[in-house]
């Protein structure tokens, strides 16, 4: 069976115009994959040094985006990017 998913994107908008930009990306089934908070400080494992480099990377080959926040958690990500 096939799952309904809900439309993030709203309609007619385009996303390559410039603005802010907030993602969040979850892990399956919120699995802890990305390491662990110790003493209130995230601590990455292989992963989410991957995932933390990855989105160093995008800024550095994409000279449009502009970083503003992120936060790399044990199960989730989130970020803000500006296209200018």
Known sequence: MLRCRKLNRLAGYDYSSPGAYF???CT????????GIKNGVMVFNKYGE???????WLFNQYHYLKIDEFCVMPDHFH?????I
């Open 23 to 25: 993602i969040t990306i």
């Open 28 to 35: 399956k089934n919120r699995e802890i994959c990305f390491g």
């Open 50 to 56: 991957i995932v933390n480099n990855r989105w160093l």
């Open 79 to 83: 970020g803000i990017n500006r296209r």
